[in-house]
């Protein structure tokens, strides 16, 4: 675990600690059953304290595909989305508006098939190889994954009981990988073509890079017990 996501940790846990404090509030628990960027699934979050509550969250269940060009060469990936989330949640004015901050452990990866435009020859890394010598080029790539630092807002009711609708918006940062190997297996056998291969791989990580974060939305129905 990293250090950021062990900073988060002990600061949900010392927040935790201030239900011990709390005065006049009835402790309050929500369930709810969400849709979003990461997916369909249900969260449960339990407000200790006019001003904090501890939300656990799993989404699943979403798909997307997605083209891309790279120097003569189209790729198609599907992605698959899934998350799982513990995160904080602080109510400045102890109403429905929050601040979140957690860790979420995110696995969003994709299946990829790249063919050159031509059909005839692939470039990669300044060299071209014939279509007919490696066939089509097949892997995978990853936008996040791991545990992950999360921050977002939102708004949720779930100081009062009964049926509640919330929001949520956050960002987690993109933690790209991308792995590339041919049908024909040519690069087994040819060292310049598995070099050029690596550095394809570490071409198109950096561009995914360019999006430094991955946006999060999610809007649920609840009911606060």
């Known amino acids: ?81 899934q998350a799982s989330s513990l995160k904080m949640d602080y109510f400045p004015f102890g109403g429905r508006f929050f601040l979140s901050a957690g860790a979420m452990m995110p696995d969003i990866e ?49 100081h009062e009981e009964g049926f509640g609708f919330f929001s949520e918006f956050g960002v987690i940062p993109v933690d790209s990988s991308v792995s590339l190997s041919t049908t024909n297996g040519f690069e087994n056998v040819n060292q310049q073509l598995q070099n050029d291969i690596r550095a394809e791989e570490a071409e198109l990580e950096s561009e995914i890079d360019d999006l430094p974060f991955v946006p999060v939305a999610v809007i649920g129905i609840t009911y606060t017990f």
Request: glycine share 14%.
């Open 1 to 81: 675990m990293n250090q950021s996501v062990t900073v988060i940790v002990a600061a949900l846990a010392l927040a935790a600690t201030t239900h011990v404090q709390a005065d006049a509030f009835d402790d309050r628990l929500s369930a709810g059953a969400i849709a979003g960027t990461t997916g369909f699934g249900a969260d449960l979050s339990w407000r200790f304290h006019e001003n904090f509550a501890l939300t656990g969250r799993y989404t699943d269940g979403l798909d997307f595909d997605t083209d891309y060009n790279d120097d003569g060469v189209d790729y198609e990936a599907e992605f698959g989305m």
């Open 110 to 158: 994709g299946g990829v098939t790249g063919n050159p435009e031509s059909n005839a020859s692939f470039d990669f890394n300044g060299t071209t190889y014939q279509s007919s010598e490696i066939g089509s080029v097949t892997g995978t790539a990853t936008l996040a994954d791991g545990v992950q630092p999360y921050i977002g807002l939102g708004w949720r009711s779930s």
